[in-house]
């Protein structure tokens, strides 16, 4: 293994079970996926070091996917963290061996990175594309938000206003209510009343009036009738001693 992964086990994955001959179509799928690549390796299996930490959440959402030939699931975890049960033994972080192997590997190294930068590049666009998306996404997502908490406070704000509206009209409403009821208690401590009254007061005042006149001309009359009657008495007087 030509990679160095101390200090870099954090952002480096173990892929188990990626048949060797999608190796490179596995990182290329991470690299489109889940960001940019430092480098990959295979010793036992697959070794990909990302240059984000925030990348390998990602990653690990490919454990347990059919990849390659279909035939089996591919097995993705950090290499800081034990290895699953299904996978026989963790990658040792040493490189040994003589001058040989070390040129061959390193040469093995170089033509990996050549190819991760050709990758790299053929996924450019797609890369970037991805993290416009992502970034528009995130700008809605918090676009959103703010006006979830303009709503809320707009929202807070009238039920306030409405709260207040309602306390005053229930406030006039018992006032009115306890108007109504002081006029009723009036009412019933008069007693009920008489239609007739206002008739007996009224008319007594006319007949009075009439009674006066009345009065005056029954007087006059009687006064009249009187002096006829005695004028008759006085002429009937008068008259009797004669016919005697």
């Known amino acids: 293994?030509?990679?160095?992964?101390?200090?870099?086990?954090?952002?480096?994955?173990?892929?188990?079970?990626?048949?060797?001959?999608?190796?490179?179509?596995?990182?290329?799928?991470?690299?489109?996926?889940?960001g940019p690549i430092e480098g990959w390796d295979v010793a036992d299996r697959l070794i990909v070091i990302f240059s984000s930490l925030n990348s390998v959440s990602t990653?690990?959402?490919?454990?347990?996917?059919?990849?390659?030939?279909?035939?089996?699931?591919?097995?993705?975890?950090?290499?800081?963290?034990?290895?699953?049960?299904?996978?026989?033994?963790?990658?040792?972080?040493?490189?040994?061996?003589?001058?040989?192997?070390?040129?061959?590997a390193k040469a093995a190294k170089e033509a990996r990175e050549r190819r991760l930068a050709t990758i790299r590049a053929e996924l450019a666009e797609d890369i970037e594309r991805d993290k416009e998306e992502e970034n528009?996404?995130?700008?809605?997502?918090?676009?959103?938000?703010?006006?979830?908490?303009?709503?809320?406070v707009l929202t807070s704000h009238a039920l306030r206003e409405v709260e207040e509206s309602l306390e005053q009209s229930t406030l006039h409403l018992n006032s009115m209510k306890q108007l109504v009821d002081k006029l009723k208690t009036k009412g019933s401590s008069h007693g009920p009343a008489d239609p007739d009254a206002h008739?007996?007061?009224?008319?007594?005042?006319?007949?009075?009036?009439?009674?006066?006149?009345?009065?005056?001309?029954?007087?006059?009359?009687l006064h009249v009738g009187t002096a006829d009657a005695t004028v008759e008495d006085v002429g009937k007087g008068q008259k009797r001693p004669r016919s005697e």
Request: glycine share 8%.
């Open 59 to 104: 990653a690990l959402t490919f454990s347990g996917t059919a990849f390659g030939d279909l035939t089996s699931s591919v097995t993705v975890w950090v290499a800081n963290q034990p290895p699953p049960p299904n996978v026989v033994q963790q990658v040792a972080i040493t490189s040994g061996g003589n001058g040989k192997a070390i040129e061959e």
């Open 199 to 221: 008739q007996s007061t009224s008319v007594p005042t006319s007949f009075t009036r009439d009674a006066a006149n009345g009065g005056e001309k029954r007087t006059v009359t």
């Open 1 to 34: 293994m030509t990679l160095d992964l101390v200090g870099k086990l954090h952002r480096t994955i173990y892929v188990d079970g990626c048949p060797s001959a999608f190796y490179e179509d596995f990182v290329r799928l991470l690299a489109t996926k889940c």
């Open 136 to 152: 528009v996404s995130v700008k809605l997502r918090r676009l959103c938000l703010r006006q979830l908490r303009a709503l809320c």
